[in-house]
Structure formats: structure tokens, C-alpha cells
């Protein structure tokens, strides 16, 4: 009966500590660093005292759809937004500029800057995985109106 107690008691203690691994963390962290592809921004409007008000914008079109965010290792990459042409199935870029990057892993926070521009972009990655990247900018000049852009990117395989 004591060996069945001691079996029982050794069982008991290998199942309450022998399974717990906290030094195991599964988290995988994704690289900002690829080619991503903009599939919607929405613009978030909210001035002192007035309702809210989002607007969604898909970019959905044959043009719209060749845009391209590139991340590039040392923090440098490029933005190319394309938009319709003057002439019927052609596509021109509507932004196009080299750009430098910050990017915190631990605070998700995320600076732009662009060539040509003064200001950077300041923002925070929501959402970083193997295939999908969501950045909010929020645009703090205007001490009356609190507005933001949000941008959903799709990762691009190379």
C-alpha cells in the first residue's frame, strides 16, 4: 500500500509541475521587413464636441491593387500608391516617395519618414502576423480634432 501511495504521490507531482514550461513562450514575432500590398484604409474624423465619423476605402481596383509598401532591412523602403490614368486601363502613381523607419517591436510604435516630407508619419502596428499589417497614423496638429488612418496591408511573397 506504501508503494501504491508513493506511485500515486510521484504522479501527482510530475502532472502539477512536469507539464508547466514557462520558459517556453510560442509567440512567433513577424518581420516588418517585405513587400505589402494596401487593401483598405479607413480615416477616422472626431472634432471637439461633433459626432465621430470613419470612412472605409477599399483599394480594389486594377490600379489601386499594384500599390506596394516595401519595408526593407537597414530601415529604409518606398511607397507607391497607384491610382487610374488619364488614359482608359492606364495606371500612374499617385504617391511615390523613398522612406526611412522606426519600428519598436515592444511598443508597436512605428515613425515614417519621407523623403521630401518634414514631418513623419507617427503611428503604432496593431496587428503584425505572417500575412497581414495594420498600421494606425494619428495626426496630433490640431489640438480640436482628433484624426486618424489606419491601413491594412497584405504581405506579398517574394
Not at 502613381?93 to 517591436?105: E, M, Q, S
Not at 519618414?113 to 496638429?141: H, R, S
Amino acid at each position: 500500500m506504501k508503494k501504491l501511495a508513493l506511485l500515486f504521490a510521484g504522479l501527482s507531482l510530475f502532472v502539477a509541475t512536469g507539464c508547466d514550461n514557462d520558459d517556453n513562450n510560442n509567440t512567433i514575432e513577424y518581420p516588418i521587413v517585405g513587400t505589402w500590398q494596401p487593401i483598405k484604409k479607413v480615416v477616422t474624423t472626431v472634432a471637439v464636441g461633433e459626432t465621430p465619423v470613419s470612412d472605409g476605402i477599399s483599394f480594389d481596383t486594377d490600379c489601386q491593387k499594384t500599390s506596394r509598401w516595401i519595408f526593407k532591412e537597414g530601415s529604409t523602403g518606398k511607397r507607391t500608391d497607384n491610382g487610374d490614368g488619364t488614359s482608359p486601363g492606364t495606371c500612374q502613381p499617385t504617391f511615390d516617395r523613398n522612406f526611412t523607419f522606426t519600428y519598436d517591436r515592444d511598443t508597436k510604435a512605428i515613425q515614417v519618414k519621407y523623403q521630401g516630407i518634414v514631418e513623419p508619419d507617427k503611428g503604432k502596428v496593431t496587428m503584425l502576423n505572417e500575412t497581414t499589417l495594420n498600421i494606425a497614423f494619428e495626426d496630433k496638429t490640431d489640438p480640436t480634432e482628433f484624426h486618424s488612418e489606419t491601413y491594412t496591408l497584405k504581405r506579398i511573397p517574394q
